[in-house]
């Protein structure tokens, strides 16, 4: 088979822009943990932890509803795709507005986030899910340097305001909360105005969109949901079983490795129009599944590789380029970098799962793997602190992964039966 020329060059541009995007944050930490203290990273790591999950309820993944129906729809339905999201978010966001005034503030001051700071959590996630939707309009049209060059640029002005609110402003914790919403609310208002949504609510077939959105999204509040427990509340229960400070060291752990999934991410983002398009071709037209496989295999390759490379070297980096206060996180980061490698086979393969809308079995796998996992992370972080979330990450990683495999080759499998 030869490989699609503009294929690789997407790949190499969602890579390259990923790779500077996360390359900025992850070079500044030998910075940030000399003026952020361990306290001060477990306060960003709670805040990033309420930010992830209240995202998950904002917009219920229509940025996902709208890359499963860019193929299917004719040119002028998919402007009106990307209002009907917009405006979705808009009413979901409402909704989780006034569930933060009714929040009891007793609920957040152990993990040290007052009502203020969630209502910050609130517009963040409110903003990240406008752009999502953006980015997920630039991804499925193939417009990878967009892509990146959006991405990179709020990742830049993020953490450019961050140095300057923590080292010259000295406004520690708070410095980098701030500096995310400077970043993003004004793109997420410019694309959000410019789209015009609020027109959506004028036809019925948009209302129709709205629920559409809805049923897609619904089913998948507790694949979200299970996301922020696998990924986030291993936080939660360091930061009230052992201290903030340890939550922090975890949270500077897990920043390192999440490197690799960003990676992993990246390259699915370059791929996933391709393997939608394969998909919608491979319908009529046999010939497309052998496609499908081959692309698996290779990234399976150099997934693998770039993992070896990152055992290898990971543990004299961190020696080396990490404060002395954050030391301890050491031995966890062999067992947290295989748990994101893992994730590779789920990337791959749940992009299967996604494109067969059978968004409610992805749920039951990841919701019930997630709740196993919070169960055993809350076990073993008595027994032996911080390596409990990691060992249970690891465990929660290789079940998830496992499963997504199995149903999405029988996903594959179908489109083979198909003819």
């Not at 609510?201 to 999204?217: H, M, Q």
């Not at 060291?249 to 490197?259: D, E, K, L, M, R």
């Not at 398009?277 to 009529?284: G, V």
């Amino acid at each position: 088979m030869k490989v699609n020329g503009k294929l690789l060059k997407d790949i190499f541009i969602h890579i390259g822009g990923d790779f500077l995007s996360k390359a900025i944050p992850f070079l500044l930490l030998p910075v940030l943990t000399r003026y952020l203290s361990s306290y001060d990273y477990g306060i960003v790591g709670n805040y990033q932890s309420v930010v992830s999950i209240l995202t998950s309820l904002i917009g219920l993944s229509s940025s996902a509803w709208l890359a499963t129906e860019y193929y299917s729809n004719a040119e002028g339905l998919k402007q009106k795709n990307f209002q009907s999201c917009l405006a979705f978010i808009l009413i979901t966001a409402l909704i989780v507005f006034a569930l933060i005034l009714v929040l009891p503030e007793a609920l957040t001051e152990k993990i040290g986030l007052t009502r203020e700071i969630l209502g910050l959590a609130g517009l963040h996630a409110t903003g990240a899910a406008i752009i999502a939707v953006v980015l997920s309009q630039f991804q499925v049209s193939k417009r990878a340097l967009q892509f990146a060059s959006l991405n990179f640029t709020l990742i830049f002005f993020s953490t450019a305001i961050a140095l300057w609110m923590i080292i010259s402003q000295k406004m520690g914790y708070m410095g980098r909360i701030y500096s995310f919403l400077i970043a993003y609310t004004p793109v997420a208002l410019y694309y959000f105005f410019q789209a015009r949504p609020l027109h959506t609510f004028k036809t019925e077939a948009s209302k129709r969109r709205l629920t559409e959105i809805a049923r897609f999204g619904l089913p998948l509040v507790p694949h979200e949901l299970s996301s922020w427990i696998s990924n986030y509340i291993d936080r939660v229960f360091i930061s009230t079983l052992i201290s903030i400070e340890s939550a922090g060291i975890y949270t500077v752990v897990f920043q390192i490795c999440y490197a690799y999934e960003a990676l992993l991410i990246a390259t699915n983002r370059g791929i996933v129009p391709y393997m939608y398009e394969d998909m919608s071709r491979a319908k009529e037209n046999p010939e497309a599944v052998p496609k499908i496989w081959k692309r698996i295999r290779i990234l399976i390759a150099a997934s693998t590789t770039i993992y070896l490379i990152g055992l290898t070297c990971g543990p004299f980096l961190y020696k080396h380029f990490i404060g002395g206060d954050f030391q301890q996180g050491l031995v966890v980061l062999p067992i947290l970098l295989t748990a994101f490698y893992l994730k590779t086979y789920y990337y791959l393969f749940v992009n299967f799962i996604f494109y067969s809308k059978k968004t409610l079995r992805l749920s039951s796998i990841t919701a019930l793997v997630a709740v196993a996992q919070a169960g055993l992370s809350f076990a073993l972080i008595k027994q032996i602190g911080i390596f409990g979330p990691a060992w249970a990450a690891l465990g929660g990683s290789l079940l998830t992964s496992g499963l997504v495999v199995w149903f999405g080759v029988k996903e594959i499998k179908a489109l083979s039966k198909s003819h």
